[in-house]
């Protein structure tokens, strides 16, 4: 039984790296259904309508809405800085550091 679990472990780690960076791999879940597993280990329906109300449930969870793409700081109690901030993007106030 152990062999068996360690070969399909080799098989399918063996499969991930021919795979390469930046290719998707298809993949099936175990209820059946069609999914695309991403190299940055998200994954996505490949049916376009479930893949839609799979997003609309994920948007209602508020851990998915901590800081906007693109928007900078926001950790450790800071604020965050979204593009068009006069703050945004403008370095160290450190004279030393310039």
């Keep these: 039984m152990k062999r068996t679990i360690f070969m399909a472990l080799a098989l399918v780690a063996g499969g991930l790296v021919q795979a390469g960076e930046g290719?998707?791999?298809?993949?099936?879940?175990?209820a059946g259904e069609k999914v695309q597993l991403m190299p940055d280990g998200r994954w996505k329906f490949v049916?376009?309508?479930?893949?839609?109300?799979?997003?609309?449930?994920a948007d209602t969870y508020p851990e998915n809405h901590l800081r906007p793409e693109g928007a900078q700081g926001g950790w450790f109690g800071t604020r965050v800085l979204m593009p068009g901030d006069k703050d945004y993007n403008r370095g160290t106030l450190n004279p030393k550091m310039r």
């Design 23 to 30: 290719t998707m791999i298809e993949a099936t879940t175990a």
């Design 47 to 57: 049916d376009q309508a479930k893949q839609v109300e799979a997003k609309k449930i």
